[in-house]
């Protein structure tokens, strides 16, 4: 079955950095687009960024676009997120998605807090 494993979230002042990470298996990942959303406490689902299956071509939400950057290695089947300029409204779990859509099949997410 379809397996997504996030991990590199944690503690980050404002304007610091992190990479997220995410395992894929279970399906072929390099016929799969790839998307990291985020939820913040008592808020929905919110889309950032969609990677193509050959990694050539990406979109981000405007609220990241410039400062988040998404990356995939299809020989390892992972999916990255560089996450630059970091800010506390950034807060959140942060979410690996198998597809196009922010509601599709997701990992367990990782907790992201920017505070000072």
């Known amino acids: 079955q379809v397996q997504l494993v996030e991990s590199g979230g944690g503690l980050v002042q404002p304007g610091g950095s992190l990479t997220l990470s995410c395992a894929a298996s279970g399906f072929t990942f390099s016929s799969e687009a790839m998307t990291w959303a985020r939820q913040a406490p008592g808020k929905g689902v919110e889309w950032i960024s969609t990677i193509n299956e050959a990694g050539t071509g990406s979109t981000y939400s405007g609220s990241v676009k410039g400062r988040f950057s998404i990356s995939r290695d299809n020989a390892k089947n992972t999916v990255s997120l560089q996450m630059n300029s970091l800010k506390p409204e950034d807060t959140a779990v942060y979410y690996c998605?198998?597809?196009?859509?922010?509601?599709?099949?997701r990992g367990q997410g990782t907790q992201v807090t920017v505070s000072s």
């Open positions: 998605v198998q597809g196009w859509s922010p509601r599709g099949t």
